[in-house]
Nanobody, 122 residues
Framework: VQLQASGGGVVQAGASLRLSCTAS????????MGWFRQYPGKEREFVAA????????YYEDSVKGRFTIARDNAKNTVYLQMSSLKSEDTAIYFC????????????????WGPGTEVTVSS
């Protein structure tokens, strides 16, 4: 499975941004999908995840109420809608997928996209 994220960019604090990630080479609906992010010099950390049929979603505490993860299995795409962005959301965001991961564990996800950079200026 190959993952390709898009939608990153430079925005001002308080703005919104939507990331997209399209999968190819596998059966998208078989995968739990998620997003991680990485700050410079830091380990990657969990942001959000969504199960196969969108029945459950999971969020890191600092993004709850501001970020929304969604998926469209017909388009093989997962989205991360980010609102009320803060400077601390500045990071590289990675799209991830796996059949049955431990959601918050970086090492549990098999498929990783190359990342898209989000910069929030204050």
């Amino acid at each position: 499975v190959q993952l390709q994220a898009s939608g990153g960019g430079v925005v001002q604090a308080g703005a919104s941004l939507r990331l997209s990630c399209t999968a190819s080479g596998g059966t998208f609906s078989d995968l739990v999908m998620g997003w991680f992010r990485q700050y410079p010099g830091k380990e990657r950390e969990f942001v959000a995840a969504i199960t196969w049929t969108s029945s459950s979603t999971y969020y890191e505490d600092s993004v709850k109420g501001r970020f929304t993860i969604a998926r469209d299995n017909a388009k093989n795409t997962v989205y991360l809608q980010m609102s009320s962005l803060k400077s601390e959301d500045t990071a590289i965001y990675f799209c991830v997928g796996d059949r049955s991961p431990q959601i918050r564990s970086t090492s549990a996800w098999k498929y990783w996209g190359p990342g898209t950079e989000v910069t929030v200026s204050s």
